[in-house]
């Protein structure tokens, strides 16, 4: 077969740093210069030798690494370029959560008490599946973020998580076994690290590390072969911290909205550049409590023969969207109802300050 011009070249290179090798060893004197040579050139020789083999046999070498990056943690960071649209990462989950089952009576039960533990059928779904793993898989699930004790983001979920890891000592065998800390912290985990794959929480140990943003530099997608791909939206360069969005159709939320979601279910405040930059949704008027004068903005836009406006330009506009002229109060401004939304109702948008 006719290697690529540049694989041939390396293993040209290769080759003749091999007759180099051979040569030193048997025909220079082993002084320490001669050494220390030697040992130079065959490190060298190793590592074009395994850059060769990656090529022959379409071994990618990973473009990332988990790195401890501060205010973030243990995340996917970028070790080279990688232009729009390259594949970064696909993974298969190492745990889902249990299928729900009518037939199933345990099942039956989780479903029945939902209203009486306070807390949602994919919690006990997904304990359920912790309990029945094996102890490797356990350890990998433990393993994962789970935010501090005394986190106040996470103080409602480890309440909901210790009435449910409380029921299922009452009703299973399996979970007896177990400490409730334990339990209480795999659930954590589920919650602050799992993906969903239609009414499943899918777990991974590469993927799980994916920081968030709510202007991301990667998308993620379920392939058929049931992994997980992730694929970059922009150029990355090396060193650069790789970011997706946590938030789904919720990421066209406004701000406010955003970081509830995140705060809630994710057990953090998000302080990305799109959160930290000034709302677009907030000068949006309510049409209730807002008059119509306040509608529009005088800002250009852009196009041709027009300037594109500055930021001082765009808050300045939006400042003034959101006050009425007559009193200077704030304005109400709509928002996307989450829970509305979630519930399937139409009308989803709600204002800040009407009742």
């Not at 009576?105 to 029945?132: E, G, I, N, T």
């Not at 953090?268 to 409590?289: E, G």
């Amino acid at each position: 077969a006719t290697l690529p011009q540049n694989t041939l070249v390396q293993v040209v290179w290769c080759q003749s740093n091999l007759i180099f090798v051979v040569f030193c060893t048997r025909f220079l004197p082993r002084t320490d210069d001669a050494n220390c040579l030697y040992d130079f050139v065959t490190n060298l020789l190793f590592i074009f030798q395994c850059d060769v083999i990656c090529v022959l046999f379409g071994i990618r070498k990973p473009g990332m690494e988990i790195r401890r990056c501060p205010g973030v943690g243990n995340a996917n960071v970028a070790t080279s370029v990688h232009q729009p649209g390259a594949l970064l990462l696909s993974e298969r989950p190492f745990l889902l959560s249990t299928r729900y089952d009518p037939d199933n009576q345990l099942h039956v039960a989780m479903k029945r008490d939902v209203p009486k533990v306070q807390a949602p059928l994919k919690s006990f779904l997904a304990l359920d599946a912790y309990l029945r793993a094996s102890a490797a898989d356990q350890k990998r699930v433990r393993d994962l973020f789970v935010p501090d004790y005394d986190d106040p983001s996470a103080a409602l979920h480890r309440e909901t998580a210790s009435r449910v890891a409380l029921w299922f000592k009452d009703h299973l065998q399996l979970a007896k076994a177990h400490e409730s800390t334990q339990l209480v912290r795999a659930l954590m985990a589920f919650v602050a690290n799992g993906f969903g794959l239609d009414d499943r929480l899918a777990l991974f140990e590469r993927a799980s590390k994916f920081t968030h943003s709510c202007s991301p530099n990667a998308v993620f997608h379920w392939a058929p072969d049931g992994s997980m791909q992730f694929r970059t939206l922009v150029r990355i360069d090396g060193d650069e911290l790789l970011t997706v969005n946590y938030l789904g159709r919720r990421a066209l939320f406004p701000t406010t909205e955003r970081r509830h979601f995140l705060w809630e279910n994710k057990f953090f405040n998000c302080r990305c550049v799109r959160c930290l930059a000034p709302d677009f949704y907030c000068p949006l008027p309510c049409p209730r409590c807002a008059p119509s004068t306040a509608a529009a903005p005088d800002v250009p836009l852009g196009g041709q023969g027009s300037v594109s406006p500055s930021s001082a330009d765009l808050v300045s506009s939006m400042e003034s969207m959101s006050l009425d002229p007559a009193s200077g109060r704030p304005l109400g401004y709509l928002y996307r109802h989450t829970r509305l939304a979630d519930a399937g109702q139409h009308e989803v948008w709600k204002c800040n300050k009407c009742p």
